[in-house]
């Protein structure tokens, strides 16, 4: 059985409960995520040398495209960090005119963050940088893991969802 195959069938009795998810794969995928971050940061420094940003900005300015008009304490939320950090992270972006702070209409005692053209660029050009290397990835692997990688989305898309329900139970104060 070749190495896709022998996969493909691990896949596909996992799935109809025929095999028990083997001891140790948390760890496993832990590890595979871990190595896969690391592997992504290092190829998005190579492929763009020129980019400045650490993957903390580059996080809180993706974090404030995703929820634009979002408050500092928001992103903070949103991110797991402490809004001292957020807040440090911020006031360096804005002094490179990355993101802006606006007071917010309802409440002029807080403020609301919004990227500027600048900051949008920076966004598309780090997301465009993290496509090209997992398309030229991608594309470098046997046609068998592709599918899988791609049948795997969904998947891996429900844990994601299922992570981030983890944490918001964790961070609601008890009643």
């Known amino acids: 059985m070749t190495d896709v195959t022998q996969l493909e069938h691990q896949v596909s009795t996992r799935q109809t409960g025929t095999d028990p998810v083997a001891p140790g794969s948390e760890r496993e995928l832990a590890d595979a995520v871990a190595r896969l971050r690391r592997a992504m940061r290092r190829a998005a420094r190579s492929a763009d040398p020129d980019n400045a940003l ?103 898309r429900e844990l994601i969802g299922t992570i981030d329900q983890l944490v918001d139970q964790e961070s609601k104060p008890d009643k």
């Open 54 to 156: 650490s993957v903390a900005q580059l996080e809180l300015l993706s974090a404030v495209a995703e929820n634009p008009g979002a408050r500092p304490s928001q992103i903070a939320r949103f991110l797991h960090l402490a809004p001292n950090s957020v807040t440090t992270l911020v006031n360096g972006l804005s002094a490179l005119d990355l993101i802006t702070r606006s007071s917010n209409t309802d409440d002029r005692r807080t403020v609301r963050l919004t990227l500027t053209p600048t900051g949008e660029e920076a966004v598309l050009r780090w997301q465009t940088t993290n496509a090209g290397i997992l398309r030229t990835a991608y594309d470098d692997l046997h046609p068998g893991w592709q599918h899988l990688i791609t049948a795997a989305l969904p998947a891996v």
